[in-house]
């Protein structure tokens, strides 16, 4: 029975079981060795090193070594950095280096009602570095460069309104300016030759944006897109405001702290308010009340807002009525006043304005600039159109359309562009139907601009 | 020497009282003991006392069989671990495979376990069938244990399936959305078994929850049922299949029939054939040491096979599952990749009939064959025809399972996998 | 096996035996760590649930001679001139959130009425109520400890 006998097995009893063994201990010890021990450790050690007290001492001594976490079940998420960035509530600790350093600012945004990735985005779950910072595959956030950290506030304030954010606020200013809506769709207007933007923050790195702009062909082969040519101030602004455009929505408490109250948020009330039937602004308004134009120079902001709050608090006997301002309605209009000292925003009233110029801001706001040039001067190309292979400037249409054809022009588009050489691909850039983006009035107002713009005195007889 | 220190406490404690009690024989030194032995335990009893030497050769069964069986007790352990964390909630099952990956101490070690055994549980479940088919192990009067184990495989295929869902990730998502729509191509009650499936018409919680149903509690019983069942038969077949058995020789032995120089315990009554009793007595050895050592090494192999690739790969978790954004292609899980394939060409035939035809053919294939020989030994002469068959099917699986891992790219079409992939235009 | 293979089969040769015990050796301390990492395992490391450490607020929130009432964390944050110190609202009976009255404490579920150092004036509670640490963190807003129980008369001075 001697070559069944277990005993030559023995030897591979041995193997085996060494085997199990030495494997259980290997991953005992990836399990228990993670570099936010590490971190942790040489944090105590500093705690203690710099205690001034035997309480202090005593109090660094028992810190636990453990994950530390941020609960944020409104935000849908957990965010686990505080695990490795141990001081960034401690002023002390400025100018140490990561991960130990001090994080400002938050004030306004303390670290546990906001955690950390909610603006500067990586993995907030996970507790080793790299998994952390999220740039790993299958992982669609990860950390936004510093330079880009402005793009996180446009998720839950306005781009314009924000002071602490001015780069947002110039990246929204170059969108608009550029006229990017005439082709792309965002907040729900625009046009429909590129896709929407609602979300495009959520979806592509700032080095893709870079490249779209800089060349958009190379990241989207056949893209009609003409290359962009920005300052690098405006190319990084307008990185950072695509960025800002996640999609996320504040949910309840961090929606109701979302305004700043801010000069465009005043200049809506202001409009909305009616104030221009008492009081005037240059030469238009009512005279009932006191012109505004200088009242930034000759009244504190504190004495504003509590006029807001209160007319007759300030000027007894006023006829100024209590409108019931919010206190952050009160502050925007008073921002707004006092741009108007600065003269840093341009006064526009809609209800103020002519046809045309109302017409303007519908040119605008509908981003036809970004094919008919700035000013609809054209000069924007658009390879092998019969139009000399541009996409058609605006100033003469007033020679070729009557107003009717105009806006019908407007509203069907024009799907087809006539190509100069049918050997070569058609022209990219087409006209977008814009029945049902724009509105009628708005319609109206456009045509009106548009058939302004020819220079006066010319008359070619189409 | 004497027996080295571990065996000689364990002598000293079953020799207690209290050791006693427990084990009613201690480590046996006799053969009687040894007999005894087997049948004293629950767990041993499906043990037999004897087994027969060419039972024992690994070269011979390959230690399949076995090795399922600790797969399946390694799933069933991990798997019960994880349950101590895992929600089947669309809300929070993937935060909650996150945790077991960052926080969780060792979750990722046993996460990774349960995926890769219950990879390699698939994978062997083919290899036993071939091992038993190549060995003409299903003969009479083995039949309905062959059943039985389509029937194991199929629980198989059923529990890494509804498991791969879990995790609720891009992966698990369109697996799962490609595999029941492949269901629902069956006519008649495909969309209906889909629509019961899934709970619904889309892959959401409700199909989350059924899954987890299945995978915890309804199909791992179902297994654990036919496993016994399949277990006993092997001992009321005779043990493994082995070549010159005495095949389908019925005896009814009178007990006054049997030799006087040997004492024997009635330890159970079969019908059947009873090969070990009157026949070649000096084949077969004591189950206790030669077959449990070896079960116990087996074991101890498997062991460290799982744990190696737990502790250096680690299990799969893509993004959050979003069912507005496919994966171009979405592949089903790799043991239904030649199912995929085979529906590339037609939902129907490919997807419903052909393979609606070979699980029948492999339920009847005993019943089919008429051959009584070539039982207990590999690739034997007399069945060239049927290895023949049995080998152009697997071979033709195998490259169906393979084209559709690695040659199948975007929509489906063909890409060269040791070629550069074409720029990628979407995301990063 | 060309080394010694003895006639006894309770016997084991030299390199067997060591082969033997080293096997069980490292079988056996594989099975005790596999038990130890699952009792491990199942130990949790994070909770979800609101911390027991927190964050109250700046010390300027509380009007002087204030009892605020937070109802999330089930304390009391008691603020004396420049002192300030927490207590728990859960009754020591039989856990019930107790109400403020106009000095101590009323737990409206059995009666135990506390003082307002929370000891126990009447009713079944079996002892007072709890006081908590109160520090200042390191961006000046009080640090409330549920962890730390402190003596009644320890409390933070700013």
Known sequence: MNDLSVRRFYGWFTVLGLLVGVLVVIGYYRDEYRGWKDYQRKFIQEEIRRASTPQQRALAESTPVQIRQILLSDLNRVDRCTTCHLAVEDPTYGGYPQPLAYHPFHEQHPFERFGCTICHRGQGRATTTTDAHGDVPHWDHPMLPLQYIQASCGQCHEA?????????????????????????????????IGPELDKVGARRSPEWLKKHFLAPASVTPGSAMPPQKFSETNLEAIILFMLSQTGESAPGYYASMKVIPSASEGQRLFQQKGCI??????????????????VGLRRPPEWMIQHFRDPQTVSPGTVMPGFGFTETEARALTDFLLHLRDQKVALSLPSLMSPAERGREVFRKYGCAGCHGADAKGGVPNPNAKTAEQVPGLIYVADGYTKDELKMRILKGQREIPALDAKRPPPPLYMSAWAGIIKDSELDDLAAYLFSLKPKGENLGF | MNAPLPKRIWQWFTRTRVGRSIFRIGLPESNLERSQVMVSSFLLHVQPVKVHRHSLRASYSLGLGLILLYLFLILTGTGVLLMFYYVPSTEKAYDIMKDLQYVV??????????????????????????????????KRPREFNWVIGVGLFLLTLGLSFTGYLLPWDQLAFWAITVGTNIAGYAPVIGPKLKYLLLGGNVVGQEALTRFYALHVIVLPTAALLMVAVHLWRVRKDGGLSRPDEPGDIVQQIELKQLPTNKTYGLMELARGTTPQVGKNPEDEVFAWPHLVFRELLLFLLVTAVVLFLAIFWNAPLEELANPIHPPNPAKAPWYFLGLQELVSYSAFWGGVVVPGLLVTALMLLPYMDRQRKGVGRWFARERVVANTIFSVCLVIAVVLTIIGTSFRGPNWGWVVPWKQPPAITEGH | MNHSTPDNKNEVSRRG??????????????????????????????????????????????????????EDERIF????????????????????????????????????????????????????????????????????????????DKYLVL
């Not at chain 3, 082969?19 to 056996?28: I, P, R």
């Not at chain 3, 979800?48 to 937070?70: C, H, N, Q």
């Not at chain 3, 110190?85 to 009323?106: E, F, K, P, Q």
């Not at chain 3, 579920?109 to 963190?137: I, M, N, Y």
């Open chain 1, 160 to 192: 314009a309104d924000n002071p602490a954010a001015p780069e947002l606020a110039r990246g929204q200013q170059v969108f608009e300016d550029s006229g990017c809506r005439g082709c792309h769709k965002l907040n729900g207007a625009g046009g429909v």
């Open chain 1, 277 to 294: 039937g008492c009081h005037s602004i240059g030469d238009k308004g009512g005279k009932v009340g006191p012109a505004l134009d200088d």
């Open chain 2, 105 to 138: 101490s060792a979750g990722l070690v046993i996460r990774n376990m349960h995926r890769w055994a219950g990879h390699l549980m698939v994978l062997f479940v083919l290899l036993h069938m071939c091992r038993v088919f190549y060995t003409g192990a299903y």
């Open chain 3, 17 to 70: 035996f060591f082969q033997l015990t080293l096997g069980w050796l490292a079988g056996s301390f594989a099975v005790a760590a596999a038990a130890a990492g699952t009792v491990r395992f199942l130990v949790p490391n994070v909770l979800f649930e609101p911390s027991l450490r927190f964050k109250a607020g700046k010390p300027d929130d509380y009007p002087d001679g204030s009892v605020t009432f937070m």
């Open chain 3, 77 to 152: 944050l008691v603020r004396q001139g420049n002192t300030f110190r927490c207590l728990s609202a859960i009754c020591t009976h039989l856990g019930c959130t107790v109400n403020r009255a106009d000095h101590g404490y009323h737990c409206p579920c059995h009666g135990s009425v506390f003082d307002e150092q929370g000891a126990v004036k009447s009713g079944p509670a079996p002892r007072g109520l709890e006081w908590f640490q109160v520090t200042l963190s390191k961006d000046n807003r009080l640090l409330v400890d549920k962890n730390q129980r402190v003596a009644a």
